[in-house]
């Protein structure tokens, strides 16, 4: 997953951390919190755009209700994917997520409804997983990519700490095709450096 979001300067100052299972990561105003089948239409309605599609590597286009359902049924079975909706002021805005099914090669992805684009969304909510992550688990490095015609995800993640690491193709499902992408990588070193972003703490 990767943001389409054009143009993210908004900073914030708190992370919070509460008890990860469920989690509940907030943020200066963004909730991020495990999505449940009751979020299935506004999960729907959000990622039902091909311009969120092209640039989100497993969001097909168009976008239903039963992809939604299939989503949220997978995540919770597999277990080896962390998944956030984003909620500002009590209305999802988004998703972010961190996929951990290969060894040692975690990742980050994201997405935004369009309409909610533009506001720093996508960093404030990337933030806050990466310090979940950090938080939670014991790999030393969290990766993520963006496509090369995706210059705003490319910030995002240069905003987060990550570091450019190569070019790669990568197929994607709305696009039925592969297509570059820009791969990036962040150190748990890098990170903990970083933390004067968010002064995390884990709240019991």
Known sequence: MTSTEPDMLQD???VTLQEARPSVVSTERLTLRRPTLADVGTIAKLANDRRIAENTRRLPHPYSQ???VAFIRATAAI????????????GPVGMVGIDCSTPDNAELGYWLGVEHWGQGFATEAARGAI???FEEFDDDHLYAGARVTNPASRNV???CGFQW?????HRF???????????FRLSR?????????SSARRVR
């Open 12 to 14: 914030f100052s708190s």
């Open 66 to 68: 039963d992809d939604a």
């Open 79 to 90: 277990g080896s994917e962390t998944v956030f909706l984003i909620e500002h002021d009590s």
């Open 131 to 133: 310090d979940f992550f």
């Open 157 to 159: 993640l240069e905003k």
């Open 165 to 169: 690491s190569g070019v790669q193709l």
């Open 173 to 183: 499902l709305a696009l039925g095709s592969s297509t570059p992408v820009d791969c």
């Open 189 to 197: 070193g890098v990170w903990a450096s970083l933390k004067s972003w």
